[in-house]
């Protein structure tokens, strides 16, 4: 069973930083996807950054930029880096697995079988 835990977010002033893990346990294919979605009140989940196995990542044009995803090199932790925070990025963070060997990391929930609870993310202006 893959469990993934989120971590890292909290409250930052607009043009701040933050960076976020997703530690991931239990995963056992060597093919995968590892994802970064969020969910602001109203709104439909996003995804904003994926990346494979392979190391290749993907972004949603919203954070094209500003965010960056990457992985340690056992595979363990998910990072997502991210830059000049907005207002608009406020959300709850989650992080999201599946099995998969797409050459392009896909965005939309619908491809992925293992969420974490969440971290939040509130950036005042």
């Known amino acids: 069973q893959v469990q993934l835990v989120e971590s890292g977010g909290e409250s930052v002033q607009a043009g701040g930083s933050l960076t976020l893990s997703c530690g991931v346990s239990?995963?056992?294919?060597?093919?995968?996807?590892v994802a970064w979605f969020r969910q602001a009140a109203g709104r439909e989940r996003e995804g904003v950054a994926a990346?494979?196995?392979?190391?290749?990542?993907n972004y949603a044009d919203s954070v094209l930029g500003r965010f960056t995803i990457s992985q340690d090199d056992p595979r363990r932790t998910v990072y997502l880096k991210m830059a000049n925070l907005k207002p608009d990025d406020t959300a709850m963070y989650l992080c999201a697995a599946t099995n998969g060997d797409s050459s392009v990391p896909p965005l939309h929930f619908s491809f992925y079988t293992y969420w974490g609870q969440g971290t939040q993310v509130t950036v005042s202006s």
């Open positions: 239990g995963q056992p294919y060597r093919t995968y996807h």
């Open positions: 990346i494979n196995w392979r190391d290749t990542p």
